[in-house]
Each structure stands twice: as C-alpha cells, then as structure tokens.
C-alpha cells in the first residue's frame, strides 16, 4: 500500500511514539532520586567513596570464600543468560556488582534485584527523567559528590559505584530501614510500589551456598 508522503510522516512519528511508550514503560519504576540537603560529612564521605578509582580486585579471606564467589558467579551467570547473552559481558558485570555491592556493605543478590527493576539490565539506560544506567542514578549526583560528568554514570563500575554508594548513605539514613530506604532511592519514600518490587525481583538472585 502507497501511502502520501503527511501519511507516512504520521506513521513514522506514531512508531517512534510507540518505541518511546514501550521503552518508558519498561522504566515506570526507574530511579527518580531528589537532590536532598547533606551535611558535610555525609557529602565528604559519599564524595570520597566515589573518587576511590581502584578497580574492581576481588580478596578473599580464605579459600573457602573465594569458592563460595565462583560458584555465586557461575550460577549468576547462568541465570542472566537470556539479559545478557555474551560471556565476557555477563562475568565482567557480575564481578563488578559483586565487588561494588561488598563493598557498600550490600548483598549482590538484592542489587541485582535493583538493577531489574531500574534499568533491566541496559547499561545505557536513560529514563524519562534523566536517570542513567544500569542502577538509573539522577545526574545531579555528579555534581554533588563526584567531578560534574554525567557521561560517566554510563560505565559499568562508576554507575555501581554511584548507586551502591547512594543506597548505602540511604539505609544508614533511614537506620537499617531497607524498605524506606529503597523509597528514597526512587524518589518515593513512603510508598510501597518501588521497595515491593526490588524486594520481589530480589528473590530472582538469592544464593544459597
């Protein structure tokens, strides 16, 4: 069928609209955080957390540890299989939400559980609000406690580094209340949906050894 050239312009634009909704809808949970009011400490201590470029090296206190992470990784790594389908992809970001997510003082398993429902898993995920990456962290965040380059909050171990670090400022804030704690993170503190479902997607990557 021949269409006149205003009919295929409104067909074009009716698609983009479609790819547009479909993509905002797989994000209606996505990170909206608010910029809040930090004391100093807080903002130094989060700013230096975040400048700490060492790479991702695992340590292990002894070899029983280090068997317990290969095996957290392999079966990791299977059950992210269909989200991410290459290899070397898949163990460098499992090794890296491992690494990023100890060092927060978080379980793996509920980042994960995070991840899904912020960004499913798409590195350069962008919400319609403006939240980047994996762990969808609000630009502003560079600005406050990093070097004012949003650009960064797309690369696999600055996006965890953000959104761990953030996450872990939140449940010290809210003393251990992970449920409030999730809500801030969303920008939603107080409601349910948000908290109900990284709690729910978190059972997805429970391990038990």
Known sequence: MNLLPGSRRRTGAFALLCVALITFSDLALAGNQKEEAL??????????????ARPPVQRFSDIQE????LYWVGEMSERLKKKLPDVQIRTEFL????????RAGLDPGMVLGLIQVESAFRKYALSPVGARGLMQVMPFWTRVIGNGEPSKLFH????????????RMYIDMERGDL??????????????DYPNAVLHAWKNWEYKS
Do not use: H, P
């Open 156 to 167: 696999l171990q600055s996006n965890l580094r953000y959104g761990c670090s953030i996450l």
């Open 95 to 102: 090794k890296t939400v491992w690494y990023e997510s100890r």
């Open 39 to 52: 004391a100093d400490s807080v903002r130094i201590a989060l700013a230096r957390s975040i400048t700490d």
């Open 66 to 69: 280090r068997i317990k992470y």
């Open 179 to 192: 449920f409030l704690a999730l809500g801030r993170y969303n920008g939603s503190r107080g409601r349910d």
